[in-house]
């Protein structure tokens, strides 16, 4: 009988595409905040966010967000970051065509995602 042999296991770590980044870097031009003040603040210079197929690990997204709600003072700062999103960031599962058609013939949100 043999042994198993022993495989090392890599640490994987949680990352967000760099878009993510740039729409709160565009949202903090609201309260006049430059990029180079938010970035400086975890450690990322501006050319970070240079490559657009680029990743950020979570905890990096994470302490962007704490230090931009931080640096504006607005505690709904997630809020106006929801609203400048475009589903298009997170892919197209669905045409919209398609979505439209099963909006208007479903009773509901859950009826129409489970057609």
């Given at each position: 009988?043999?042994?198993?042999?022993?495989?090392?296991?890599?640490?994987?770590?949680?990352?967000?595409?760099?878009?993510?980044?740039?729409?709160?870097v565009e949202l903090l031009k609201r309260w006049h905040i430059p990029d180079v003040e938010l970035l400086s603040?975890?450690?990322?210079?501006?050319?970070?966010?240079?490559?657009?197929?680029?990743?950020?690990?979570?905890?990096?997204?994470?302490?962007?967000?704490e230090r931009a709600r931080l640096m504006t003072g607005e505690p709904g700062l997630g809020y106006y970051l929801?609203?400048?999103?475009?589903?298009?960031?997170?892919?197209?599962?669905?045409?919209?065509?398609?979505?439209?058609?099963?909006?208007?013939?479903?009773?509901?949100?859950?009826?129409?995602?489970?057609?």
């Amino acid at each position: 009988m043999q042994t198993p042999k022993l495989v090392a296991v890599e640490k994987h770590i949680h990352t967000v595409p760099v878009a993510l980044a740039l729409q709160l870097v565009e949202l903090l031009k609201r309260w006049h905040i430059p990029d180079v003040e938010l970035l400086s603040g975890v450690r990322l210079g501006p050319n970070a966010l240079e490559d657009p197929l680029g990743r950020l690990p979570v905890s990096t997204m994470h302490d962007l967000l704490e230090r931009a709600r931080l640096m504006t003072g607005e505690p709904g700062l997630g809020y106006y970051l929801g609203l400048q999103k475009r589903v298009s960031l997170y892919g197209y599962p669905v045409s919209y065509t398609h979505l439209d058609v099963y909006k208007r013939q479903a009773a509901s949100c859950r009826a129409a995602a489970a057609r």
